[in-house]
């Protein structure tokens, strides 16, 4: 089974709204990162949180990293119809054979409406 | 500039036939993947390279074979052992030195057996 979960599956939004999306994994991890993918295309790496961090930062992008319960959310702030994409979480495990490895969860379908 | 380039963007096979998927890197990446996208499940392993020469079987690799002669690329084939062979394709590339796993992606191959 996959690492990674996300929740929820959908999320459907206004313009200007929070977005807030969550993603859970079974095994220790080195990291933890979370990508962007527009219809038909290839995917856009967000950012990255490692095991040891608990909360980043990046423009309108705030992710949480809880090791304990082995969730993180990403938050989207002040959303804009063109935040309209699937959002992935992905997991390195901690690991060394399958060290560098992403495992994927199934996304997150984000639409902003204006 | 630098990136990861996928062709084509559209491929048609017929039934019984192999077909080659191209992926270019010039990032200078040590390893590369190979991921399969089908509608509602997120992305799944194929294949993957840490280095020259070397590669090893990802979750799904029944059906699939792959390369890695230079450091540049790494092309798939979907040999005919493939029995259901429609998907979108995605190559991605990402340097061996920490952060570990942090994936720049090409833009995809969409695949259809006609």
């Known amino acids: 089974s996959q690492q990674g979960e996300e929740d929820p599956q959908a999320l459907s939004i206004q313009e200007g709204e929070n977005a807030t999306m969550n993603c859970s994994y079974k095994t220790s991890i080195n990291n933890l990162q979370w990508y962007r993918q527009n219809s038909g295309r290839g995917l856009v790496h967000l950012i990255l949180i490692r095991s040891n961090e608990r909360e980043k930062h990046s423009g309108r992008l705030r992710v949480t990293l809880d090791t304990s319960k082995k969730s993180s959310s990403l938050l989207i702030t002040a959303s804009r119809a063109a935040d309209t994409a699937s959002y992935f979480c992905?997991?390195?495990?901690?690991?060394?054979?399958?060290?560098?490895?992403?495992?994927f969860g199934r996304g997150t379908q984000l639409t902003v409406w204006p | 500039d630098g990136g990861i380039t996928q062709s084509p963007k559209y491929l048609f096979r017929k039934e019984g036939q192999n077909v080659t998927l191209s992926c270019e890197q010039n990032?200078?990446?040590?390893?590369m993947y190979w991921y399969r996208q089908d509608p509602g499940q997120g992305l799944r392993l194929i294949y993957y390279s840490q280095i020259v020469n070397d590669f090893q079987k990802g979750d799904i690799a029944e059906g699939y074979s792959v390369s890695r002669e230079k450091k540049e690329s790494f092309p798939l084939t979907v040999t005919s052992a493939q029995k259901n062979p429609t998907a979108f394709y995605l190559c991605?590339?990402?340097?061996?030195?920490?952060?570990?796993?942090?994936?720049?992606f090409g833009q995809g191959t969409r695949l259809t057996v006609v």
């Open positions: 992905a997991t390195v495990l901690d690991r060394g054979s399958t060290l560098g490895r992403l495992y």
């Open positions: 990032l200078n990446h040590d390893a």
């Open positions: 991605a590339s990402s340097s061996n030195r920490p952060p570990r796993g942090e994936a720049f």
